[in-house]
T-cell receptor
């Protein structure tokens, strides 16, 4: 069965500092991996995704993530945090094929705070 | 504009009432999903549908039911609401995976349900 582990339920950084949100996954098949962001009282917005091909994936708002198969990781980074990045971030894994193809398994989320 | 809509955004209701949460999308997507999200917790898939007259149960058991009579509409119903149903409910849609299209899920803004 697939699963996602996000290390750290709450991460706090200073404005301008590096953002690193950790995600490890478990999957018996080649995974599709996603990062979503959720602002208060809103739905989820896709930041970036990895399906196949290049392992370094660039997304919106300056975020990027690198798929490392050997480490079963898909960590999210941003070189310089902005106040507007404060939100909840969810990592998700999807089955690439099969009966539940496309269904997402989410991690518990990491709340990012940005200090001025 | 292509989008996914949920109504109501907030609902406070008494125990025993029947409620229907509405979800509509103009994305042209065949697959739709319902997730339940408790505060500060991950999303759990409770229902999904591949298209008209298709409904499947998700990973989390739910007393709610869904229907899919029209492609763009995927309502969720609770016949008799209870305090344990208090949660946020998120609707999402995607293209059918494997059809060579971008299959990321697009989310609505959510309905926050409180049952007294």
């Amino acid at each position: 069965a697939q699963s996602v582990t996000q290390l750290g339920s709450h991460v706090s950084v200073s404005e301008g500092a590096l953002v690193l949100l950790r995600c490890n996954y478990s999957s018996s098949v080649p995974p599709y991996l996603f990062w979503y962001v959720q602002y208060p009282n809103q739905g989820l917005q896709l930041l970036l995704k990895y399906t196949t091909g290049a392992t370094l994936v660039k997304g919106i708002n300056g975020f990027e993530a690198e798929f490392k198969k050997s480490e079963t990781s898909f960590h999210l980074t941003k070189p310089s945090a902005h106040m507007s990045d404060a939100a909840e971030y969810f990592c998700a894994v999807s089955e690439g094929y099969g009966g539940s193809q496309g269904n997402l398994i989410f991690g518990k989320g990491t709340k990012l705070s940005v200090k001025p | 504009e292509a989008d996914i809509y949920q109504t109501p955004r907030y609902l406070v209701i008494g125990t025993g009432k029947k409620i229907t949460l509405e979800c509509s999308q103009t994305m042209g997507h065949d697959k739709m999903y319902w997730y339940q999200q408790d505060p500060g917790m991950e999303l759990h898939l409770i229902h999904y549908s591949y298209g008209v007259n298709s409904t499947e149960k998700g990973d989390l058991s739910s007393e709610s039911t869904v229907s899919r009579i029209r492609t763009e509409h995927f309502p969720l119903t609770l016949e008799s609401a209870r305090p344990s149903h208090t949660s946020q409910y998120l609707c999402a849609s995607s293209a059918i995976p494997g059809q060579g299209l971008n299959n990321e899920q697009f989310f609505g803004p959510g309905t926050r349900l409180t049952v007294l």
